[in-house]
Nanobody, 118 residues
Framework: QVQLVESGGGLVQAGGSLRLSCAAS????????IGWFRQAPGKERELVGC???GGSAAYYPGSVVSRDDAKNTVFLQMNSLKVEDTAVYYC????????????????WGQGTQVTVSS
């Protein structure tokens, strides 16, 4: 079993940045791919980014996913945030490689709220 806890969410102005953290307990994160998803009100949950097992960093438009396996933590750095980035952000774990399907992830955190104001 892996327990995941997200942190770092909050209120930020449009154009600002946030760094979310996903800390694991129970087992090491080192053998897992970690995906970051988000769900806005009234919308389906969508993948924001993912880093595979052994990966150093994964780059996406406006964001970077990185990991520090020594600290059992994965990060989502988001820059140039927009109002439409407002959502609850979740991290999730699955073995080895990333998947775009949330159904492929075995463990989930409770989520952290990100609110971007105009």
């Amino acid at each position: 079993q892996v327990q995941l806890v997200e942190s770092g969410g909050g209120l930020v102005q449009a154009g600002g940045s946030l760094r979310l953290s996903c800390a694991a307990s129970g087992r090491t994160l080192g053998t897992y791919a970690i995906g970051w998803f988000r769900q806005a009100p009234g919308k389906e949950r969508e993948l924001v980014g993912c880093i595979r097992r052994g990966g150093s960093a994964a780059y996406y438009p406006g964001s970077v996913v990185s990991r520090d396996d020594a600290k059992n933590t994965v990060f989502l750095q988001m820059n140039s945030l927009k109002v439409e980035d407002t959502a609850v952000y979740y991290c999730a774990a699955r073995p080895d490689i990333c998947s775009t399907s949330e159904r492929q992830y075995d463990y989930w955190g409770q989520g952290t709220q990100v609110t971007v104001s105009s």
